[in-house]
């Protein structure tokens, strides 16, 4: 959506635009035109956040903005256990999430923790990113026993939590856990170790927001499975034995069969083919398939 005289709008009305705009250009051209009128606009501020690409850059931005938000929000008295509850509380929480990622990505895991920990005390609607990046920083620590012990009491069962726990089982050689937590991750979404190992390529259907949702998780988690060869092998292994019995690797099942073959999954895989040919389970129904793979695996 165009306007011809931005000059005559407010500085809300030009952040209604950005929130609506289609591409980076234009919500710049926007938000720099909110800013000419409100320079501390949290909002804004926000936005010109989400469009900078220098991590560094980005971090300013959102750190700076949080604390003359926070000192904002004292003389409101507004309580901290409020904020999700207050329009700038809301704003102040999203900065606080986008700085809790743009931490973890300049190597700053001990701050972005320390967000992690605040953030996860509100009942967030993230679709558990948050809860993802708590799991990832204790990965990438190395916190192995703390991930299983933790995920145990943890009574919200996403992605996070999900994959956590396979790599966190599998790093303590237990494999007959590891292997039952990659067949309970994948039922949560397919997808997810496909995105990760980049066989599949990022989505681009506007509409598939769980499939976008799920693709931005596998970004964050793609260097996990790297830690160990053994690790990596294992996943990747059971990634293709489930890719190729689900007919995702159309035109490539050669190539593919023969990778898992040099991971030792090709038995599994004949084995698997057979039942499914006998069940006459249809590859494309992917519950139904999961759960046959995960039953004959488990026996």
């Keep these: 959506m165009r306007v011809d005289n931005l000059d005559s709008l407010s500085a809300d009305e030009l952040l209604d635009l950005a929130y609506n705009a289609e591409d980076d250009a234009e919500i710049t051209e926007l938000?720099?035109?909110?800013?000419e009128?409100?320079?501390?606009?949290?909002?804004?501020?926000?936005l010109l956040s989400d469009i900078t690409e220098d991590?560094?850059?980005?971090?300013?931005?959102l750190l700076s903005t949080l604390d003359n938000l926070h000192d904002v929000l004292h003389d409101l008295n507004i309580p901290h256990e409020l904020y999700n509850e207050h329009e700038l509380g809301v704003?102040?929480?999203?900065?606080?999430?986008?700085?809790?990622f743009t931490l973890f990505e300049v190597g700053d895991d001990e701050q972005a923790m320390e967000f992690c920990e605040r953030l996860l005390k509100y009942n967030l609607d993230d679709d558990g990113a948050i809860k993802s990046l708590y799991y990832r920083i204790l990965i990438e620590r190395q916190e192995w026993q703390r991930i299983l012990d933790e995920s145990l009491n943890d009574d919200n069962h996403e992605l996070g939590w999900a994959y956590a726990r396979v790599a966190a089982a599998f790093m303590l050689k237990d494999l007959k856990s590891a292997a039952k937590y990659f067949w309970e991750a994948l039922m949560m979404s397919p997808n997810a170790p496909f995105y990760m190992l980049g066989y599949?390529?990022?989505?681009?259907?506007?509409?598939?927001?769980?499939?976008?949702?799920?693709?931005?998780?596998?970004?964050?988690?793609?260097?996990?499975?790297?830690?160990?060869?053994?690790?990596?092998?294992?996943?990747?292994r059971n990634v293709i034995l489930f890719g190729l019995l689900s007919d995702r690797f159309a035109g490539q099942e050669r190539e593919m069969s023969e990778i898992l073959k040099s991971l030792k999954g090709d038995k599994d895989y004949s084995k698997l083919k057979n039942i499914i040919k006998i069940r006459r389970i249809n590859p494309k129904n992917d519950v139904e398939l999961i759960e046959a793979i995960y039953t004959e695996l488990k026996n």
């Design 31 to 35: 938000v720099d035109k909110a800013l």
């Design 37 to 46: 009128l409100e320079p501390d606009n949290p909002e804004a501020l926000l």
């Design 55 to 61: 991590a560094d850059e980005r971090l300013s931005i």
């Design 91 to 100: 704003v102040y929480l999203a900065l606080m999430q986008r700085a809790a």
């Design 200 to 236: 599949l390529s990022e989505p681009v259907d506007e509409e598939s927001t769980q499939e976008l949702n799920d693709f931005n998780f596998a970004v964050l988690y793609a260097d996990v499975w790297a830690l160990s060869r053994d690790l990596l092998n294992w996943f990747s």
